[in-house]
């Protein structure tokens, strides 16, 4: 056992003390230090290996304690990592006593704030050794608050830690416990178990320091008066020194409480000083004392805090107290804004000061912000702070009643734009308070309150307001046909709005003409409205119904309903026009665009005669629509086309009209360029696939054919045959047309020409059958009348009339149609086109009125050089090379030869036709499947088919009990519901 006792170089107070042999406590670190040299040389004991890579650090280290070059924290700082360095690694031989004299040099030279604090201050260099005091100047910039605290804190803190590294240090090598007084280390020596065990004991000649009570209260009143001093600002005349070291050795000699006390009572005094200077104030200069007060104590707090952060970190952190900052602050909130007159008066002058500049009034902003900040910086150790319970609660509810009544009155006695440009002026101006003076957690409160009374309370007036509402917007927005108005725009869009419910208004487009004033205000509405769920919801809403409700106007119009070019074109311009408001002024948003699509597939399948009048439209488009048009603007017209193709859930409707019609452009040249025809075959093909157009591609594939045989029978002696008739026929494959056979007895010169073909083409083509179809043939004819000679084409049913009457002058209708023995509907339409028309041909002389419909019948100009009459006739051919038959068309004389329709408008043919389907889908399913579920099995049709027509549940089911009784499927003998592939032997 051997004692140490060497002298505890710890900080010096400033009385003297007793020397006694006892334990002392590190303030700063849980070691029970008894002396760094002894625990040093203890350590040194029970080292074996040495660092030699340590040694040059250790050198470095004494070089530079010696010349003392350590000017600033910073290099304090790094010096401190060597240590922590050196530290890491002390398993060294002889270097742990020039460690030792190195680190009893470092605290000697360190351990004093005073000295480090006079270092960081000072601008010139100064060694470790200088001791000197900084007062005057040095301690008013000290507590100027302009000077950074975190260079105190920072000193504060390498002293701190410095404390704590060597007590880490030495017990890292010497383990000892700290429940014992007296500290008696055992330690084995590592690796050499013959070494003999040993104990120390070391003690300090530094004992406990004796207080003094005199002594204290000395102390403590200094402290109050540095407090006095620091109110008066008078802080140049203090020694931070002094007043530092004095809170410092109060907290040592145990004596915190007495110091936390009296720093309460000291600011106390302060406060109900300026209680009595607010409260006396009355008018507009309340909030302008209560600022200057609380600026005065804001101060105050800060310099008084700074030369308390020994008891801050020692005391307070023990004690679980709040730090002498927060005090000072929870006392100016309770002594002070807590007051009632004050309280009161406060949170009137506030509100009053918000709606004056509401009303237009110019307040002190800064002032304002100030008080504000006040209310939010007091908020210390509260559940629920000052700011939101004396301001912001009240500020909100005055808020909106204010909205609430202003939005009202304004509403009713102006226009939608009107009322949208001042929402969004009231919105920029909270935006600015919120900026100026208003907490940011206040922002999503007063968007909620701004949104509901400004916005979401009015929407549903705004949409439907007369002349002016956002409907009557929309039905005033000319769209942009020919893409002549809009130009996209980088830049931002003029619509300018508030960042408190707006970030931007992004980019958009510029227009021009009379739409401009229209999209700024669908542009100004959607910015408002649209970023508010509830009135997106609206919006969202109101869209749709909106678009079904002008389609269905169009859908029950009479003069749409006479007219489906008019139709189509009516609903093209529709998509036009909400494709232009949600472009232009709702963004492209995604959402509205789907909307968009959604309403106009709603309304177009509410009529299945859509298929046909959009047949009837691309008809008349590739007959003259298209003439004058660039390859563009036909390119456009027909993506448009496209678009409300997607929309129609009747696509086989569609093509059969579609093929109908095409059909007849082609027998009668009607077309004008066969370019633009397969443009739209395969954009038909890009959206149904390419089955969808098997029956349109060889439409056209059957026309250059046919062409082919002509040549070939042109330039045989079959046309010598016929003297001056001239025959063009057109020989079509059976399956891609669809051409109705349609009885009549032909006349002796069509008879003749349709023999003389026939003998032609079997000849040609053996093992191929003819049949001729002379409904949709035509004939150019030459007619002598008492004005003189007249070129016309008629129909091949309207020649064999007109022949008739070479033979005499006057027939009767059941004469004719005796003759002819054609059916009585086609007969009575072919004669009314020759009787009622603008120039009529024939003479009808029976009383009454006709209740026969009116067949336009178009005239040709007269041809010089034509000398001969022409005839043509059609056949159609079925066989097994391919191609058959021909055809002709009488062009707008013709009407369309179909069968009948069902209850629904659908043609008898694809409703056959999609039952043969349905039945082959359910087929496809099975066989893939074997088994299958009722549910799924119509699911997987519904989606299987959903690309040519939407079947009902019903269609399905009878399809599915057909194919039952024909043996392909069956149903489960235990489940109803389960259906099996019947596998075919």
Request: aromatic share 8%; glycine share 6%; proline share 3%.
């Amino acid at each position: 056992m051997k004692d140490y006792c060497i002298e505890l170089p710890l900080f010096l107070p400033p009385f003297p003390v007793p020397e006694e042999t006892e334990t002392i406590d590190c303030p700063q670190t849980t070691v029970r230090r008894k002396t760094y040299k002894g625990l040093l040389s203890a350590a040194k004991k029970n080292v074996q290996e040495d660092a030699p890579t340590i040694e040059a650090e250790l050198g470095k280290l004494e070089k530079e304690l010696a010349a003392g070059e350590y000017h600033d924290l910073f290099q304090l700082a790094q010096l401190q990592h060597h240590h922590e360095h050196c530290a890491s690694q002390l398993s060294v031989r002889e270097s742990l006593s020039r460690l030792e004299t190195a680190l009893c040099q470092v605290i000697r030279s360190h351990n004093h704030k005073l000295v480090m604090l006079n270092m960081v201050m000072s601008k010139h260099q100064q060694t470790a050794s200088s001791s000197s005091v900084i007062q005057g100047d040095a301690f008013e910039a000290l507590l100027n608050p302009t000077f950074n605290p975190h260079y105190l804190q920072a000193i504060d803190q390498v002293v701190h830690n410095m404390d704590n590294w060597i007590g880490s240090c030495l017990r890292k090598h010497v383990p000892f416990a700290d429940e014992v007084a007296s500290l008696e280390i055992r330690e084995e020596v590592p690796h050499m178990s013959a070494a003999p065990k040993q104990t120390f004991k070391f003690t300090s000649t530094i004992g406990r320091v004796k207080i003094d009570a005199n002594a204290v209260q000395n102390q403590l009143r200094i402290i109050s008066n540095a407090i006095d001093t620091i109110y008066q600002r008078s802080s140049s005349q203090l020694s931070f020194n002094e007043i530092y070291g004095t809170a410092y050795n109060l907290v040592l000699q145990k004596q915190g409480d007495a110091l936390y006390d009296r720093i309460q009572e000291t600011c106390a005094v302060h406060l109900s000083h300026s209680v009595a200077r607010i409260v006396s104030t009355e008018g507009t200069s309340f909030l302008q004392t209560l600022a200057q007060e609380w600026t005065t104590h804001s101060t105050a707090f800060e310099s008084i805090a700074r030369v308390l952060m020994y008891m801050d970190r020692t005391y307070c952190d023990q004690k679980k107290k709040a730090d002498s900052l927060t005090l000072m602050l929870s006392l100016f909130r309770d002594r002070v804004v807590y007051v009632p007159e004050i309280r009161h008066t406060l949170r009137q002058q506030l509100l009053a000061q918000i709606l004056q500049e509401r009303r237009g009034n110019i307040i002190d902003r800064s002032l304002l912000r100030e008080v504000l900040l006040m209310m939010a910086r007091v908020s210390v150790q509260c559940a629920v702070s000052v700011y939101e319970e004396d301001f912001e609660q009240f500020f909100l509810t005055e808020t909106e009643q204010f909205y609430r009544e202003e939005s009202l009155a304004f509403i009713t006695t102006h226009t939608c734009p009107e009322y949208m440009t001042k929402v969004t002026r009231r919105l920029a101006e909270e935006s600015e308070r919120l900026t100026n003076y208003l907490a940011t957690e206040t922002e999503p409160k007063l968007r909620a309150i701004l949104e509901q009374q400004l916005l979401t309370t009015h929407i549903r007036t705004l949409i439907d307001m007369e002349h002016t509402g956002i409907l009557a917007l929309y039905r005033s927005f000319q769209p942009n046909i020919h893409g002549t108005d809009v130009e996209v725009a980088s830049a931002a869009g003029s619509v300018s709005a508030s960042a408190l419910l707006l970030s931007g208004s992004g980019s958009g487009a510029s227009v021009g003409g009379a739409n401009a004033s229209t999209v700024e205000d669908l542009k100004r509405f959607f910015l408002l409205f649209g970023r508010v769920v509830p009135c997106f919801a609206i919006l969202y809403e109101t869209l749709g119904k909106e678009i079904v409700r002008r389609g269905q106007e169009i859908l029950s119009s009479q003069e749409t309903a006479r007219d489906p070019v008019a139709f189509v074109k009516d609903v093209l311009y529709l998509k036009d026009q909400y494709d232009g408001i949600v472009q232009l002024a709702y963004r492209h948003d995604k959402r509205l665009e789907a909307k968009v699509k959604e309403a106009f597939k709603s309304f177009i399948n509410n009529d299945h005669r859509t298929a046909a009048h959009l047949s009837a439209y691309l008809d008349d488009f590739f007959r003259r629509g298209m003439q004058g048009l660039s390859e563009t603007d036909i390119n456009t017209q027909l993506d448009k086309v496209i678009v409300i193709f997607r929309f129609l859930s009747d696509k086989d409707v569609f093509e059969d009209f579609y093929n109908k019609a095409l059909s007849k452009r082609l027998l009668g040249q009607k077309t004008v360029a066969d370019d633009q025809e397969k443009l739209m075959i395969a954009k038909l093909k890009n959206e149904c696939g390419l089955s969808f157009t098997t029956k349109m591609e060889g439409m056209f594939m059957d026309m250059n054919l046919s062409k082919a045989v002509m040549d070939v029978y042109r330039a045989s002696t079959y046309p010598s045959r016929l003297g001056p008739w001239e025959m063009d026929v057109q020989v079509l494959t059976m399956g891609h047309w669809s051409v109705p056979a349609v009885p009549c007895r032909l006349s002796t010169e069509l008879d003749v020409m349709q023999q003389t073909f026939t003998e032609f083409y079997t000849n040609e083509h053996s093992g191929r059958k003819l049949t001729w179809c002379p409904s949709l043939g035509y004939v150019e004819m030459r007619g002598h009348f008492p004005l003189g000679k007249k070129e016309f084409t008629v129909s091949s049913f309207q020649w064999c009339i007109l022949a008739l009457f070479n033979l005499q002058d006057t027939w009767t209708f059941a004469a004719i149609h005796e003759r002819l023995a054609m059916p009585t509907l086609e007969l009575r339409r072919h004669l009314l086109s020759l009787c009622t028309s603008k120039l009529p041909i024939l003479k009808k002389t029976s009383s009454g009125k006709s209740k026969l419909r009116r067949i336009k019948v178009m005239l040709v100009s007269e041809k010089d050089a034509q000398q001969s009459l022409g005839a043509a006739g059609a056949a159609s051919g079925v066989g097994g090379g391919g191609s058959g038959g021909g055809g002709g068309s009488a062009g707008d004389a013709i009407d369309e030869m179909g069968s009948g329709v069902t209850a629904e408008g659908i043609p008898v043919e694809v409703e056959d036709r999609r039952r043969y389907q349905t039945e082959a889908a359910i087929v496809r399913i099975m066989k893939a499947r074997k088994t299958l579920v009722h549910n799924e099995l119509i699911a997987e049709v519904m989606r299987q088919l959903s690309h040519l027509f939407s079947p009902t549940v019903q269609l399905i089911r009878k399809c599915i009990e057909r194919l039952i009784e024909r043996d392909y499927i069956q149903r489960d003998p235990e489940d109803s519901r389960l259906y099996s592939y019947v596998a075919l032997a």
